[in-house]
C-alpha cells in the first residue's frame, strides 16, 4: 500500500520523458538589403546675432511754433499739408497793446533826444552845466532801450517759418488766443528723415556714428540701410538705453511717425548646416542620420534658421560628419546603406 503511490510518479516521470521533443533554436536576425542613399557633409556656418528694437520715423528738421506774446490770432494762413518756405507768414497776433507801448516809447525817445540837443546847445554857450548834459545822455539812452524793447515785442507778434517745410500739426486757429509757450504749430522738413530708436545699452556699445545698419518699414514695405548719425553719450537710466539717430534716404512712402525696426548686429556665432532633407521631424523632435561604417546612425538634433535650402543646426552634430539624404521614413537607425552619388 506504501509502494503504490512512488510507482504512480516514477510511471508519470518515464511518460514526460518519452514525449519531449527536441526544438530547433530561433534563427538569427537578418540584415535588411543596404539602402541606397545620398549623402552630404556637415558644414561649417558663420553667422551673427542680430536683436531688432524699435524706432520710430522723425524729421532732421522739425520746429513747434509758439507765441511770445499774449494776444489774438488775427491771421494763420496755413493748413495742415501746407508747404511752406522760410520767411512765410504763419501766424499774425493782434498788437493793439504792443503798438501802443510802441508810439508812447517812440514819443518818450523823440522828447529825451530834443532834451539832450536842446542843453548840448546851451552848454555851447556856458548857459547849462555838463552834470545837467550827464542827465539828459542817460535819459535818452533809456528811453532808446525802451523803444527798441517794444520794437522787438512788435516782431513777435508777426511769427514766420523758419525753414522749408510742411505744416504737421495745427494746434489753434483764427480768434483763438495765443499764450507764450503754448504750441500752435508743427512744422517738419520731410526732405530729410531719420529713425530714432532707443538701442539697449548692452548694444549700444557695439554702435559706431557712421556705421550701417539695417532697417525695415513695414507700413511702407522698405527695407534699407541707414547711416548712424547721432549716438547719445548718456544712458537713459530708467530704461538703460542709449537714443540712436540713423540718417535715411527719402522715399515717397515715409512719412514721419511711422513705425520702424532696426537690426543690432551683436555676437559672431560659429554653427553648422546640412541641407534642409537631411532633417526629419517628429512633433517637437528633429533627427537626422549619419553615416558611420557603411549604417545610418539616427541623432537627435536642435536647428535654428533656415535659408536657400539649408537648415543651420545649433546642436547635436559636428563639422566633417556625413549624413544621409533625404531622411525618409524607410531610413531607420542601423540600417545598412550604400552610398551613391
Do not use: W
Not at 500500500?1 to 518519452?18: E, F, T
Not at 538569427?28 to 538589403?33: E, K
Not at 558663420?46 to 511754433?65: D, F, K, M, Y
Not at 508810439?103 to 555838463?130: I, M
Amino acid at each position: 500500500m506504501k509502494i503504490a503511490p512512488y510507482c504512480l510518479v516514477l510511471a508519470a516521470a518515464m511518460v514526460l520523458i518519452g514525449c519531449r521533443e527536441e526544438h530547433p533554436a530561433a534563427p538569427s536576425a537578418v540584415d535588411p538589403a543596404p539602402m541606397e542613399v545620398r549623402t552630404a557633409a556637415v558644414a561649417s556656418l558663420e553667422s551673427r546675432l542680430q536683436t531688432e528694437v524699435t524706432g520710430t520715423v522723425r524729421s532732421v528738421n522739425q520746429a513747434v511754433i509758439a507765441a511770445k506774446v499774449t494776444g489774438i490770432i488775427e491771421k494763420m494762413p496755413v493748413v495742415l499739408g501746407t508747404q511752406v518756405q522760410r520767411g512765410d507768414l504763419l501766424v499774425q497776433v493782434a498788437a493793439g497793446e504792443i503798438n501802443a507801448r510802441a508810439s508812447q516809447a517812440r514819443t518818450r525817445l523823440e522828447q529825451a533826444e530834443r532834451n539832450l540837443a536842446r542843453e548840448r546847445k546851451l552848454l555851447d554857450k556856458n548857459a547849462a552845466t555838463a552834470e545837467n548834459v550827464k542827465s539828459l545822455e542817460e535819459t535818452f539812452r533809456i528811453a532808446e532801450a525802451a523803444y527798441r524793447e517794444v520794437n522787438t515785442m512788435q516782431g513777435y507778434t508777426t511769427i514766420t517759418a523758419p525753414f522749408d517745410g510742411v505744416v504737421t500739426r495745427k494746434n489753434a486757429n483764427v480768434g483763438d488766443l495765443a499764450v507764450p509757450g503754448s504750441p500752435l504749430l508743427h512744422i517738419e522738413d520731410l526732405g530729410r528723415l531719420q529713425v530714432v530708436a532707443a538701442v539697449p545699452e548692452t548694444l549700444a556699445l557695439q554702435i559706431t556714428v557712421g556705421g550701417s545698419l539695417p532697417i525695415h518699414l513695414p507700413a511702407a514695405g522698405l527695407s534699407l540701410d541707414g547711416t548712424v548719425a547721432e549716438i547719445a553719450p548718456a544712458v537713459d537710466p530708467l530704461s538703460r538705453s542709449a537714443t540712436v539717430k540713423i540718417d535715411i534716404e527719402q522715399s515717397p512712402r515715409l512719412q514721419p511717425g511711422q513705425f520702424a525696426r532696426v537690426a543690432i548686429p551683436g555676437a559672431q556665432l560659429h554653427t553648422f548646416s546640412v541641407p534642409r532633407a537631411a532633417v526629419r521631424r517628429f512633433g517637437q523632435m528633429e533627427i537626422v542620420f549619419v553615416i558611420a561604417e557603411n549604417r545610418a546612425r539616427l541623432r537627435l538634433v536642435r536647428t535654428g534658421a533656415e535659408a536657400d535650402g539649408r537648415v543651420e543646426i545649433l546642436a547635436g552634430l559636428e563639422p566633417g560628419e556625413i549624413v544621409a539624404l533625404p531622411a525618409g521614413p524607410e531610413l531607420v537607425d542601423g540600417r545598412p546603406v550604400r552610398i551613391i552619388q
